[in-house]
């Protein structure tokens, strides 16, 4: 549990009242540092996204429509149906601790420099 | 067998209360009330965000269908866990970062328009109130099977504690139940594990061939549970997509300081709840081996007894002591579990009654901090006792359909909308208002046509429509948001939306 202390601090997060008038969001949106950020995470997400869901969804599809080649066995009693369910959790372990990895290294430091240039910004203002 | 159950749940219950009674001293604000303050560990969090998402229909339906269904109930279960993945890549940081209290919150900030947020916060409601049934229609139906207690009077226990929980503990306390609940949770299913595979050699090899030689070689194929090969892809999409429409998870991201402790936290929830649906598998498969498909469709219908049986037999079967012990612990850990699920339900609704429509639309913000409080309070009642009506009313009805309905509808209206407010700049209020529309009436149309609720007279023939409805729900923002026509404004709110929710600038604690 985090100290009374710290609990006491009311969270800053936006409300939906709480429009910063005074940023262009706008230019904000396109400073280098934000457009960086951005390309990183379409150029590593879209793929990693689209790969998850075809893995996940073909096994789906596979049990529906082709179910004699998921009845085959594979090892011993266990057909290739089960091990392709073993397999989806394993794809879903791995790609969470890729994610986890790729953003704490990449993301968040393209985000804090981000946040760093929209302060930058506000403080020339 | 009814004393010793008794007596574990009295324990567990005394547990909660006492955890209520600690959180309501810290729950005197409106971010204390809805989300802890947001100053929960990864940990803390993680351990919640499964115990919310490990409800009675995982640990006890998961079971019962691998049990009697094989192969297509494992399939079920590993789409719990894959739910997250979408979640995790897309969906939660941003959620955290332009998000206060309620899943309407997000979609309100991007269309700052109080339309926009009714249309978002009829969602989140309809979908709690189709996944609260089944829990407390649960709850009833196990108190009676289990223990002989009249189906009205754990329905009425059950909403009385869920009130007594959420009204005075707020999040904090809520999220503490949940913690203590995914404990019992984990701890019993590891038992139960390592106790069936101990009894074939820890060899998981032996269990599938034991299986095999009892109900042959059909058992163990796809097909037998969803016998329309759509239905498969259908409950696949709803599973991938709809989990991030359920208000109940996300308003979980809102209890941790920043995108990062969200992240973190659903590590944590990946790995102990995905652990735990593939324990289901090997649990189940062994309920049908040691117990026998007969006895547990005997015992209910649903199979949702496959794994209290379980425990009765490795314990040492009914009538024994040690069998007693051990379904008196399982049974006592499901009832938990239900009162943890709907807990979380009624929180999640009762900020979108308080915090969406009155706060926000009727009183268009303009509502003192205490004043707040009380109206979260006054609505969480509320909602109790909606709960507790409608779980009267449906007694005798099969309403496990309801899950399914739930998570299509959520994938089919809630998903959509908060998808294209995140990232879509066209998207706007007539978009939000033609998404929740075309998708909430396609979904529950088409469900309600479907042999879910029509059986052999069914007009629509998948369960599940979600491979429909939601193609149909995104439509309908996309034709709303066209014929709402372009609003330089609106667009514009976009980059700040999108910078905010991408960074998490204005959202540091």
């Known amino acids: 549990m985090a100290d009374p202390a710290k609990r006491d601090q009311a969270r800053t997060a936006p409300s939906a009242e709480s429009a910063d008038p005074n940023v262009d969001w706008s230019e904000a949106a396109r400073q280098p540092s934000f457009r960086d950020l951005i390309s990183a995470k379409v150029k590593f997400l879209v793929p990693l996204v689209i790969f998850y869901l075809v893995f996940y969804l073909s096994v789906t599809v596979l049990a529906g429509f082709a179910p004699s080649f998921m009845a085959q066995k594979a090892v011993g009693p266990i057909n290739v149906g089960y091990l392709l369910i073993l397999a989806t959790y394993m794809m879903a372990w791995i790609v969470a601790l890729v994610y986890i990895g790729v953003a704490n290294r990449s993301f968040d430091p393209k985000a804090e420099r981000a946040i760093e240039a929209l302060h930058a910004r506000k403080d020339d203002a | 067998m009814r004393v010793l159950t008794i007596v574990i749940f009295l324990v567990i219950l005394g547990v909660t209360l006492v955890i209520t009674y600690w959180a309501a001293r810290r729950t005197r604000t409106t971010s204390e009330f809805y989300a802890a303050g947001g ?11 499964a115990g919310d998402w490990m409800s009675a229909a995982a640990f006890l339906g998961f079971s019962g269908l691998a049990a009697l269904y094989g192969m297509d109930g494992s399939l079920y279960a590993v789409g719990a866990l894959v739910a997250f993945l979408g979640i ?41 109130i189709m996944y609260l049934i089944p829990q407390m229609a649960g709850a009833g139906v196990l108190a009676k099977l289990l223990l002989g207690i009249p189906y009205s009077v754990s ?68 097909g037998n549970y969803l016998k329309n090969p759509l239905d498969q892809l259908s409950l696949g999409l709803s599973f991938a997509l709809g989990t991030a429409g359920l208000p109940h998870i996300m308003i979980r991201f809102y209890t941790v300081p920043d995108a990062k402790t969200a992240r973190k936290s659903i590590i944590w929830l990946m790995f102990l709840a995905g652990a735990f649906f593939m324990i289901t598998t090997i649990t189940g498969l062994a309920a049908a081996y040691f117990v026998g498909q007969e006895e547990i469709l005997a015992a209910d219908p649903g199979g949702n007894l496959a794994l209290p049986l379980l425990a009765q037999f490795l314990g040492g079967g009914a009538g024994t002591l040690g069998g007693q012990l051990f379904l008196a612990f399982v049974a006592a850990v499901a009832f938990a579990t239900i009162l943890a699920v709907v807990a979380g339900l009624t929180l999640a609704t009762s900020g979108a009654v308080a915090h969406d429509l009155y706060v926000n639309v009727i009183k268009r913000g303009e509502v003192e901090e205490r004043t707040q409080v009380r109206v979260a309070r006054i609505s969480t009642i509320v909602v109790g006792v909606l709960a507790i009506a409608l779980g009267l009313l449906v007694q005798g009805l099969n309403v496990a359909v309801l899950v399914i309905l739930a ?22 209020t007539s978009g939000v ?43 309908g923002a996309v034709l709303g948001t066209f014929l709402g026509g372009r609003n330089r404004e609106n667009e514009a709110r976009f980059d700040e939306v999108a910078f905010r929710a991408q960074t998490g600038a204005g959202a540091e604690s």
């Open chain 2, 88 to 128: 995790l890549l897309l969906i939660a940081e941003p959620l955290r970062n332009t998000g206060r209290y309620t899943l309407a919150d997000v979609i309100a900030y991007r269309m700052q328009k109080p339309q926009a947020r009714l249309a978002a916060l009829i969602g989140t409601i309809v979908v709690n």
């Open chain 2, 407 to 428: 998570i299509a509808v959520a994938a089919s209206t809630n998903f959509p909308i908060i998808v294209l407010s995140l990232f879509w700049r066209r998207f706007n």
């Open chain 2, 39 to 49: 100053q929960l560990r990864a940990a803390e969090n993680g351990f919640a965000l």
């Open chain 2, 155 to 222: 329905i009425v226990f059950s909403g009385l504690a869920m009130v007594v929980y959420v009204a005075f503990g707020g999040m904090l306390a809520t999220t503490w139940v949940q913690i203590v609940k995914a404990v019992l949770l984990l701890s019993s299913a590891i038992i139960l594990l390592v106790w069936v595979l101990a009894l074939f050699g820890f060899n998981p090899v032996a269990l599938f061939q034991g299986v095999e030689t009892r109900y042959g070689p059909e058992f163990l194929s796809p």
């Open chain 2, 433 to 475: 208002i033609g998404g929740v529309t075309v998708g909430l009436l396609s979904s529950v149309v088409l469900a309600l046509l479907g042999p879910g609720f029509l059986g052999e007279r069914a007009l629509f023939s998948l369960v599940n429509p979600t491979v429909l409805s939601m193609p149909l729900g995104f439509a």
